[in-house]
């Protein structure tokens, strides 16, 4: 049982949570740019939150069904349609045999997701389905999807359920990212550190699951010589040029460039639905009010709940 790929989008990825304990190996860690959109399109579909999903760039999936079955698709808003009948997003519906499920463009943001109950059948790669590219990994022999693939699933039907639009995220091309020191930001000046906090950045056009390169002030280090070492997801890096990188999912496992510290978790995925020339500016914060601010987002997560769609 499968759906036949008709269109695949500019960059339509097999992900489940992530690749995790494999850098020792040169692996990166792959996984969904947003996780809550991801958590609730397969939350919405009664699976486990690691059951492998698609994310969408930019929307432009096509999919011809050949069973019936339960999806969700979340994340950045855009048109969903079975047949030419529109469907709402955060919810899940049924897909019959036979039927055509077409994705359109989003009007803001920029990843959205599509989950089918009981997930897509995916045989893992060093313990992850996560689609890597860059490493050939993950997914259907590492590559994006492309017209003509098939997608196996068990195809389960289940119960119809709908994420209430107060707990559902917001999209915005204005994002405020709170930075965590780390111990190479004594690299950088006061004067520098300043730089950073009180100016404006702009994404450009040369940001990927990689990295999202910004654009503003130039920020500089003491020193760029540094001896390469392990990076982490959310690491800041001032190459030569001064201009910001984010590490984002699919980043290398080890670097060089000076870096001032790490994004807070919580805050990449309001990246990750940054368009180009979206606004980014980052302020301090502290690790143990990082870690209050984890444990309130845990906890508000907790609170969410879905309701029956009748």
């Not at 050949?66 to 709402?88: N, Q, R, S, Y």
């Not at 009180?198 to 020193?223: C, F, N, P, W």
């Amino acid at each position: 049982m499968a759906f036949d790929v008709i269109n695949a989008g500019m960059h339509s990825l097999i992900q489940d949570s992530g690749r995790q304990g494999m850098a020792r190996l040169g692996l990166t860690q792959g996984g969904p740019m947003d996780p809550l959109c991801f958590y609730w399109a397969n939350k919405l579909c009664a699976n486990p939150i690691n059951t492998s999903a698609i994310e969408m760039t930019y929307g432009g999936l096509q999919l011809q069904s050949h069973m019936d079955c339960t999806v969700a698709i979340t994340g950045a808003p855009l048109k969903v349609t079975l047949d030419d009948e529109t469907m709402p997003m955060w919810n899940s519906f049924t897909i019959k045999a036979g039927q055509k499920l077409v994705i359109g463009h989003p009007s803001r943001g920029v990843r959205s997701y599509l989950a089918v109950a009981g997930g897509f059948d995916i045989t893992p790669q060093f313990g992850s389905t996560a689609t890597v590219v860059r490493e050939k990994v993950g997914g259907l022999s590492g590559n994006a999807l492309v017209k003509g693939d098939r997608l196996s699933t068990r195809g389960e039907v289940k119960p119809h359920l709908m994420l209430p639009f107060a707990y559902r995220p917001k999209f915005s091309q204005q994002v405020t990212l709170r930075l965590i020191g780390g111990y190479q930001q004594d690299l950088f000046s006061d004067q520098q550190k300043n730089r950073l906090y009180h100016s404006q950045y702009r994404v450009t056009e040369q940001s990927d699951r990689m990295g999202i390169r910004l654009m503003g002030e130039k920020v500089s280090a003491t020193s760029q010589q540094l001896i390469s070492e392990g990076i982490g997801l959310g690491a800041v890096q001032f190459p030569p040029d001064g201009q910001p990188i984010v590490m984002m999912n699919d980043h290398q496992t080890i670097g060089g460039y000076p870096k001032m510290g790490s994004v807070l978790s919580v805050d990449l995925a309001l990246l990750a639905q940054c368009q180009r020339g979206a606004t980014v500016s980052f302020v301090p914060i502290g690790i143990e009010d990082a870690q209050r601010v984890l444990a309130n987002e845990f906890k508000k997560l907790q609170q969410q709940i879905m309701v029956p769609v009748s």
